[in-house]
Nanobody
């Protein structure tokens, strides 16, 4: 069983920066990717950025050039550095992990609120 715990959300002014961190407990052996999704009120959950075990990354077009995803030294952590934040980045951010072994399964954190004021 994998548990994901996020930290680092908060309130920031437009143009500011925040760093989100997620730590996975339990075995992540056989994982496909770790990453971040977000959900704003009235919207569907959407991909922000993911990183694979091999280090490949994928970003939403809306955050390219502003957000950077990375894995921590412990390898069971994933960080999201968010720069040049905009009010439209306001959402609950969820850490996500997908495993393919022993079977395909998605895991989610409890979410952390990010609010960007104009």
């Amino acid at each position: 069983q994998v548990q994901l715990v996020e930290s680092g959300g908060g309130l920031v002014q437009a143009g500011g920066s925040l760093r989100l961190s997620c730590a996975a407990s339990g075995s992540i052996f056989g994982f496909n990717y770790m990453g971040w999704y977000r959900q704003a009120p009235g919207n569907q959950r959407e991909l922000v950025a993911i990183i694979t075990g091999g280090g490949s990354t994928n970003y939403a077009d809306s955050v390219k050039g502003r957000f950077t995803i990375s894995r921590g030294n412990a390898k069971n952590t994933v960080d999201l550095q968010m720069n040049s934040l905009k009010p439209e980045d306001t959402a609950v951010y969820y850490c996500a992990l997908q495993k393919v072994l022993p079977s395909l399964r998605d895991y989610w954190g409890q979410g952390t609120q990010v609010t960007v004021s104009s």
